[in-house]
């Protein structure tokens, strides 16, 4: 299903080129972009065809984990991703519980950023693999809504497949290198949803 995205990005430079990008991936007829929170909210308030909001950390009208609670709140079959400056595992585990799907630096080469956004389109999860080294994937994370709890819990496999992507690998090279079949790669890169 083709869909809309909304880049809600303060820096205009930045702004256009992630829209550039999410245009080239064919996933979606149209990217909007924004400069603040607010103009985010009357967006989407007018229009209901949104399949991503990728979400600046740093908005100058918000703070990024309170936008993705008020997003999730209001919109909980819309993914988040946030993009940010910052490499801080703190922030990333933060956003996590808050319900982002995704943690992408505005470090992260072209290619990184869109393989993170195609694993979220499937029901995944991105984040950086510094940060997700460090992390338990298979700890709960609590989500600040109850209604909508983020479970990681990830067969060793899965794990596997996952650290593989976010090493960069296609899936191919992923299939090989756990003699699998590219499809088993596919499934596992799906979350399904409790």
Known sequence: MIMKALVVEKHPIVMD????????????????????FEAAQAILL????????TLDLNLDDTIGADAVVVLRSLYPEIPV???????SLEIAEKVYV??????????????????AIKLVM???????????KKLDFNQNLAAASP???IKLDLSPKQLAVFMGVL???????????????????????????E
């Open 17 to 36: 080129a992630v829209k550039t990008a999410l245009l080239s991936i064919g996933l979606f007829a149209e990217v909007v972009g924004c400069g603040t």
């Open 46 to 53: 007018q229009d209901v065809d949104f399949g991503l909001v």
């Open 81 to 87: 991703v946030i993009f940010s400056d910052e490499s």
């Open 98 to 115: 808050c319900g982002a799907r995704g943690f992408i630096l505005k470090s992260s080469p072209v290619d990184m950023l869109l393989s």
């Open 122 to 132: 499937l029901g995944g999860y991105y984040i950086p693999v510094n940060l997700a």
């Open 147 to 149: 209604e909508s709890p």
């Open 167 to 193: 090493d960069g690998m296609p899936n191919k090279v992923i299939a090989k290198h756990l003699s699998m079949a590219e499809g088993t790669v596919k499934a596992h890169l799906v979350i399904p949803p």
